[in-house]
């Protein structure tokens, strides 16, 4: 009975692993109204945002009605910036950071993690940011918050 | 620790003082779905009492990983030791058969790197870096349950389910393992592994 039940499995068990969503890595960014006492997004009428460092190549091009936002740190410097344009106002962010390679996987190779040591951010349109999460991987974290004016009661 | 053994077994005759040694098949195994790992193993098990078995298994691993964007090598050594308790007891019809309830403590080093690194970025272009060779170690706690059976005189063939914690490795290291030799993929501080064992016994009277 014991022979019968030494089963010849030649292979350990393990997890697959799944490269989509392991190797993403960028800021996430959501927009709020500032003195809402609600924790909801507002929506940003629209949006064009470019990298300081590349800003004849757009990385989102008249985005519309949006709350949300994903932005691509630089992997290659400890800093970038980014330009973001309300049509009306323009803003820029600056962002220092440390970088960490991290291996995700033997079939998904490695990507960058991100820990932000500092931002620094024009006020044109931006009244404020905040940082909730300063370490940027590939979980689904939103890392800033930027207040917005309240411009339907004019604050 | 034999002498005793021998004591014991004056009174019973279904307990013959031995010592096993093993060789992990699921090693040679590994190799066909995951050729990049390599990964070899070695038991010696005693019974000091009956039924109760103290256990040394060792062996090494070694990683190699070529990829259009990565290379990651890694080498080192582990080992194992602890106990094995064969619950089903001795049966005149069946006394060499075992089911074993087995606890184990682990520890691993090892050294890794990877020499060519590409992160592709659509926006930015392609990040290329390096990661030196670091040494990385890892201890760890493992239980679990198998069986052992003997096939032919004193060859044995037999299977285990084991179940590791991670307790303690390196802290804050550049790069986390890909494998733990031992203790296999280091994707969270659990993990299960089924083994399969071919062992010797070599009768001490």
């Known amino acids: 009975m014991t022979a019968a039940l030494a089963i010849l499995l030649f292979h350990s068990c393990q997890d697959d692993e799944i490269c989509e969503d392991l190797t993403a890595n960028n800021l996430r960014i959501g927009f709020y109204m500032i003195d809402q006492e609600d924790d909801q997004w507002t929506v940003v009428d629209s949006l064009r945002v470019f990298a300081v460092e590349k800003a004849d190549q757009p990385i989102h091009d008249t985005l519309r009605f949006i709350s949300a936002l994903e932005l691509p740190l630089n992997p290659s410097a400890d800093s970038c910036g980014f330009v973001l344009d309300f049509f009306h106002l323009v803003d820029t962010i600056w962002l220092t950071y440390e970088r960490k390679t991290h291996m995700v996987s033997v079939e998904c190779g490695f990507t960058m993690f991100f820990d932000i040591k500092k931002t620094v951010y024009s006020t044109h349109h931006i009244i404020s940011l905040e940082a909730p999460m300063t370490y940027v991987t590939n979980d689904l974290d939103e890392h800033l918050k930027i207040f917005l004016p309240d411009t339907v009661n004019g604050n | ?205």
């Open chain 2, 1 to 205: 620790m034999v002498i005793s053994c021998g004591l014991k077994a004056e009174n019973d005759t279904l307990f013959v003082p031995s010592v096993r040694v093993g060789l992990d098949m699921s090693g040679f195994a590994r190799q066909f779905v995951e050729p990049e790992t390599v990964t070899g193993e070695v038991s010696v098990d005693v019974e000091l009492q009956e039924n109760y078995f103290a256990v040394l298994e060792a062996g090494m691993m070694a990683v190699d990983v070529k990829k259009e964007t990565h290379r990651y090598q890694a080498g080192g050594y582990f080992f194992r030791l602890g106990a094995d308790f064969n619950i089903l007891g001795r049966t005149p019809e069946n006394p060499n058969d075992l089911v074993l309830l087995s606890l184990r403590y682990g520890y691993g080093t090892m050294d890794h790197e990877a020499p060519f690194i590409v992160i592709p970025d659509p926006f930015w272009g392609n990040h290329q870096t390096a990661l030196p060779s670091e040494k990385y170690r890892a201890h760890w706690i493992e239980a679990g349950m198998g069986l052992k059976t003997e096939l032919f005189h004193n060859i044995f063939i037999g299977w285990s389910l084991r179940g590791r914690l991670l307790v303690a490795s390196t802290k804050d290291p550049a790069m986390e393992p890909y494998f733990i030799g031992g203790y296999g993929k280091s994707n969270g501080n659990t993990t299960l592994m089924l083994h399969y064992h071919v062992l010797y016994r070599i009768p001490l009277r």
